[in-house]
C-alpha cells in the first residue's frame, strides 16, 4: 500500500471521527438506521472492501450524471476499492452502455457464464451493474438471473416494477448548485421552494391562497438563503422532479414528498432513517397536505430540520470522494450486501 493511499485512509478516519463525535452522540437523536454500528462498519470497508471490475470491450458513457460520477470515481480513478486479482474481490462489477439492449446484455452475461468461473459461483449473486432505469423481468436465463441474483444500482425514482427491495440500490440525484427550473411554493407564511412539474397537484396549488408558485426564483442570489429560510419543500415521487432533495435537507427545509404509493428506492435506505428526515403524504388533495404540513410544525419539525441537515453529507458528489458523500456512502451499501448465499449448481441429468 502506498504512502499516498495510507495518508488517504488516515484523512477519511480522522474526519469520519470528527463527524461522528460531533452527530452522533448516544444521547442525541441520529438519522441512522444502525448509529453505534455504521463507524466501524465503514473502517472496516475503507480498509478491506475489494471490487473487481470486468473490462468493456469498447469505451462507453452513460446517461445519467450520478451514473458518470460513479463509475468515473471507481472504475477511471485509481480508486482504492479495486483490486486486479479476482480472488480477493468481495464484489464483481458488470459495467455496460446505458443504451445497450437487452439481447446485448444477455450476451454479455452468457460470455462471463461461459469464459470465467466467477459468475457461477453464486449465478451472479455477489456481481452488481449500473442501470438508470432498471431492468425488467425477462425470459432469458441470463437476464433472469441478472435482475433476481445481481445487485442493481438504478437512478431514483426507479420506474415501477424494476427495483427489488433490500437488494438493489438506487443513485441519489445530482443536484444543480443552482435553482431549479420547475415551480416553486411559499406555505403557511414560510417560503417554501418546490420541485413540481405541471400536474393536477400544481393546479390545485395555484389557487390556494397560503402558496405561492413561482416558475423561477427571480434572484439565483439568495436561493440558498430562501430555501434556508423555508420550512418544507415539495416534490412529488413518480412524477416531479426529485433532484434537490438533497440540497433541500442541507439547507434545512425539510422534505415533503407527495406520493401515491410506498416508495421502496429511496437513496440509502440501509443507512437513513427516512421516516426522520421527510415527510411522505399521500396524494389525497391540498388538504390533506396542509394537515400533515401543520401536524409536522413546531418541535417535530426543528427535529427533522436538524436530523436532515446531519444526513445531507451523503447527498453530495464529489469529483474527488470525500468522507460519506454520495460515492462512499453507495460503497458502503454494496459492502452490506458483500455476503451473498452460494448456490448449489445443478447440472441437468
Same mark, same amino acid.
Request: net charge positive; hydrophobic share 35%; proline share 7%.
Given at each position: 500500500?502506498?504512502?499516498?493511499?495510507?495518508?488517504?485512509?488516515?484523512?477519511?478516519?480522522?474526519?469520519?471521527?470528527?463527524?461522528?463525535?460531533? /452527530?452522533?452522540?448516544?444521547?442525541?437523536?441520529?438519522?441512522?438506521?444502525?448509529?453505534?454500528?455504521?463507524?466501524?462498519?465503514?473502517? %472496516?470497508?475503507? &480498509?478491506?472492501? &475489494?471490487?473487481?471490475?470486468?473490462?468493456?470491450?469498447?469505451?462507453?458513457?452513460?446517461?445519467?450524471?450520478?451514473?458518470?460520477?460513479?463509475?468515473?470515481?471507481?472504475? #477511471?480513478?485509481?480508486?482504492?476499492?479495486?483490486?486486479?486479482?479476482?480472488?480477493?474481490?468481495?464484489?464483481?462489477?458488470?459495467?455496460?452502455?446505458?443504451?445497450?439492449?437487452?439481447?446485448?446484455?444477455?450476451?454479455?452475461?452468457?460470455?462471463?457464464?461461459? +469464459?470465467?468461473?466467477?459468475? %457461477?459461483?453464486?449465478?451472479?449473486? +455477489?456481481?452488481?451493474?449500473?442501470?438508470?432505469?432498471?431492468?425488467?423481468?425477462?425470459?432469458?436465463?441470463?437476464? !433472469?438471473?441478472? &435482475? @433476481?441474483?445481481?445487485?442493481?444500482?438504478?437512478?431514483?425514482?426507479?420506474?415501477?416494477? @424494476?427495483?427489488?427491495?433490500? @437488494?438493489?440500490?438506487?443513485?441519489?440525484?445530482?443536484?444543480?448548485?443552482?435553482?431549479?427550473?420547475?415551480?416553486?411554493?411559499?406555505?403557511?407564511?414560510?417560503?417554501?421552494?418546490?420541485?413540481? @412539474?405541471?400536474?393536477? #397537484?400544481?393546479?390545485?396549488?395555484? $389557487?390556494?391562497?397560503?402558496?405561492?408558485?413561482?416558475?423561477?426564483?427571480?434572484? #439565483?442570489? $439568495?436561493?440558498?438563503?430562501?430555501?434556508?429560510?423555508?420550512?418544507?419543500?415539495?416534490?412529488?415521487?413518480?412524477?416531479? +422532479?426529485?433532484?434537490?432533495?438533497?440540497?433541500?435537507?442541507?439547507?434545512?427545509?425539510?422534505?415533503? !414528498?407527495?406520493?401515491?404509493?410506498?416508495?421502496? +428506492? #429511496?437513496?440509502?435506505?440501509? !443507512?437513513?432513517?427516512?421516516?426522520?428526515?421527510?415527510?411522505?403524504?399521500?396524494?389525497?388533495?391540498?388538504?390533506?397536505?396542509?394537515?400533515?404540513?401543520?401536524?409536522?410544525?413546531?418541535?417535530? /419539525?426543528?427535529?427533522? &430540520?436538524?436530523?436532515? !441537515?446531519?444526513?445531507?453529507?451523503?447527498?453530495?458528489?464529489?469529483?474527488?470522494?470525500?468522507?460519506?458523500?454520495?460515492?462512499?456512502?453507495?460503497?458502503?451499501?454494496?459492502?452490506?450486501?458483500?455476503?451473498?448465499?452460494?448456490?448449489?449448481?445443478?447440472? $441437468?441429468?
Amino acid at each position: 500500500m502506498s504512502l499516498t493511499t495510507i495518508f488517504l485512509l488516515l484523512l477519511l478516519y480522522f474526519s469520519l471521527f470528527t463527524f461522528l463525535t460531533t /452527530h452522533s452522540k448516544p444521547h442525541l437523536p441520529s438519522p441512522y438506521l444502525s448509529p453505534t454500528t455504521i463507524f466501524p462498519n465503514y473502517q %472496516n470497508m475503507l &480498509k478491506s472492501f &475489494k471490487i473487481f471490475i470486468y473490462n468493456p470491450n469498447t469505451p462507453f458513457t452513460f446517461n445519467s450524471p450520478s451514473q458518470s460520477l460513479f463509475y468515473t470515481t471507481l472504475a #477511471l480513478q485509481d480508486s482504492v476499492f479495486v483490486t486486479q486479482d479476482a480472488e480477493q474481490a468481495h464484489l464483481f462489477f458488470v459495467p455496460f452502455p446505458s443504451d445497450l439492449s437487452t439481447r446485448s446484455i444477455a450476451r454479455l452475461i452468457r460470455g462471463l457464464r461461459n +469464459d470465467l468461473p466467477y459468475w %457461477n459461483r453464486t449465478l451472479g449473486a +455477489d456481481h452488481f451493474y449500473l442501470s438508470c432505469a432498471g431492468i425488467g423481468y425477462e425470459s432469458d436465463r441470463n437476464l !433472469v438471473e441478472l &435482475k @433476481k441474483n445481481s445487485i442493481q444500482i438504478s437512478c431514483f425514482p426507479t420506474p415501477a416494477g @424494476k427495483f427489488i427491495p433490500h @437488494k438493489d440500490i438506487s443513485l441519489p440525484p445530482l443536484a444543480s448548485s443552482h435553482a431549479p427550473t420547475n415551480k416553486t411554493t411559499r406555505f403557511l407564511g414560510y417560503a417554501r421552494f418546490n420541485w413540481l @412539474k405541471e400536474s393536477t #397537484l400544481v393546479n390545485e396549488l395555484s $389557487s390556494e391562497p397560503e402558496f405561492l408558485i413561482e416558475s423561477e426564483p427571480s434572484d #439565483l442570489n $439568495s436561493y440558498a438563503e430562501r430555501i434556508a429560510s423555508s420550512k418544507f419543500c415539495l416534490f412529488e415521487y413518480g412524477g416531479g +422532479d426529485v433532484s434537490g432533495i438533497g440540497e433541500a435537507l442541507r439547507f434545512g427545509c425539510v422534505p415533503a !414528498v407527495v406520493t401515491d404509493r410506498p416508495i421502496q +428506492d #429511496l437513496p440509502f435506505s440501509d !443507512v437513513l432513517r427516512w421516516q426522520e428526515i421527510t415527510v411522505f403524504v399521500e396524494r389525497r388533495g391540498v388538504g390533506e397536505l396542509k394537515r400533515v404540513l401543520a401536524r409536522t410544525c413546531g418541535d417535530r /419539525h426543528e427535529k427533522m &430540520k436538524g436530523l436532515g !441537515v446531519t444526513a445531507s453529507r451523503h447527498f453530495v458528489w464529489n469529483e474527488t470522494p470525500q468522507p460519506l458523500d454520495s460515492f462512499h456512502t453507495l460503497m458502503y451499501q454494496l459492502w452490506l450486501r458483500r455476503h451473498t448465499i452460494r448456490y448449489v449448481r445443478r447440472e $441437468s441429468a
